[in-house]
């Protein structure tokens, strides 16, 4: 496919901020964008040429969307692969509905990533009281147990350390008996994440890898480079690749990673558009995250994603983003905010990167 002329029209399921990074850097490219989400007057939507609201699995909205644009695309992994596959049935969208598929159910992405070779955690279905018990013995009385579906930022989860069947009492439902997964606890040195980029004929790039620091499992802060072995950064970033040819993928990717002590590294989780825990590119890089997801998917040659600086991206969470006035005295500090107006808790407020130089 020849690339999408400037003055095109990409169609961004999914208002929030991710929507909106994407938004402006298809903007600086030329491009159109209308945002389809319930919530009027939403993050991404502020800066958009237009909005569609309605749900993400509205077929009429869903329908719009694929007529008006040129090509659409999404800012969540929650996007209903159902709506998304009769939406790719009739128009381009990328990445490709099947690498949905993967990342909304622990199971099938942790079965996708063993049968790409690529070692994750030890895992066990578990879908009642009983089988939360039994999977919790194999595990040695320690792991940590998931909703397969919809859990971020660490919700929809419980730890267990050296825990007997008594402590798996009343769990299962009290997770509201959805179907789970129990993994095995692992022990990791440190996290880090790759975010790269795959075109539509084959051709990958990958940032730096990302490391990454959670509270509350909420990812607070991502520092580049990662203080990792030069191994460990080769064994992130092949894997990386080798998962974005499993799914014939076209767009941004992120993939977070444990970093156990000898160096090895063990996948945790597959987002399949740009991540929090590349924010770090629109500061760091000549090509952000974002516009290297434009390029991807409108056809356009990858950008160069070395970086020109060392840098830590932070997270401003719920009444953090107070510190702007200060953070705004600092030289070197790039800030962004999402144009949310009301600081809740646990609420993504906005970022920014702190740039040391180099050289
Ligand atoms: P997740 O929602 O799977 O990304 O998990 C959120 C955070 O919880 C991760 O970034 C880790 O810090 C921690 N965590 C998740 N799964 C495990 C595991 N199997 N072993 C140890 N820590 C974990």
Redesign the pocket.
């Known amino acids: 496919m020849s690339a999408l002329a400037p003055g095109s029209t990409i169609g961004i399921i999914g208002g929030g901020q991710l929507g909106r990074m994407l938004a402006m850097a298809a903007a600086r490219l030329g491009y159109r964008t209308i945002v389809l989400d319930p919530e009027g007057d939403c993050p991404a939507a502020q800066v958009a040429n237009e909005q569609i609201v309605a749900a993400y699995d509205d077929a009429h909205g869903l329908a719009r969307l694929g007529t008006a644009c040129d090509v659409v695309t999404y800012e969540f992994e929650n996007v209903p692969v159902n709506a998304a596959r009769s939406l790719a049935a009739s128009h381009a969208v990328y990445p490709p509905p099947r690498a949905l598929e993967v990342a909304q159910d622990?199971l099938t992405e942790k079965e996708f990533l063993n049968k790409a070779g690529i070692p994750t955690?030890p895992f066990r279905a578990v879908d009642s009281g009983a089988e939360l018990t039994e999977a919790l013995d194999i595990m040695g009385g320690s792991?940590?147990l998931?909703t397969r579906r919809l859990?971020?930022?660490?919700?929809g989860?419980k730890?267990f350390r050296d825990a007997g069947g008594d402590q798996t009492h009343g769990v299962y439902e009290g997770m509201g008996g959805v179907p789970l997964i129990l993994?095995?606890?692992?022990?990791?040195a440190t996290?880090i994440s790759v975010v790269a980029a795959r075109c539509q004929d084959g051709t990958s790039r990958a940032f730096d890898p990302a490391e990454?620091l959670?509270r509350g499992?909420i990812?607070k802060s991502s520092t580049v480079p990662a203080k990792v072995a030069p191994q460990t950064i080769e064994a992130a970033r092949a894997a990386t690749l080798r998962i974005l040819d499993a799914l014939d993928y076209v767009g941004v990717i992120g993939v977070?990673f444990?970093v156990l002590g000898d160096g090895s590294v063990i996948a945790?989780?597959i987002a399949p558009r740009v991540h929090n825990s590349g924010h770090w590119t629109e500061a760091a890089c000549a090509v952000s995250q974002f516009e290297q997801h434009i390029r991807a998917i409108t056809g356009l040659p990858l950008g160069d994603p070395k970086r020109h600086s060392d840098c830590v991206m932070e997270n401003l969470i719920g009444d953090e983003v107070g510190m702007v006035g200060e953070l705004l005295a600092e030289p070197d500090l790039v800030l962004h905010l999402y144009g949310k107006s009301e600081a809740r808790p646990g609420r993504k407020m906005g970022h920014f990167t702190r740039l040391m130089r180099r050289g």
Do not use: C, S, T, W
């Open positions: 622990r955690a792991g940590v998931k859990g971020y930022d660490g919700k989860q730890i993994e095995g606890f692992v022990p990791f996290e990454n959670h499992g990812l977070e444990f945790n989780e």
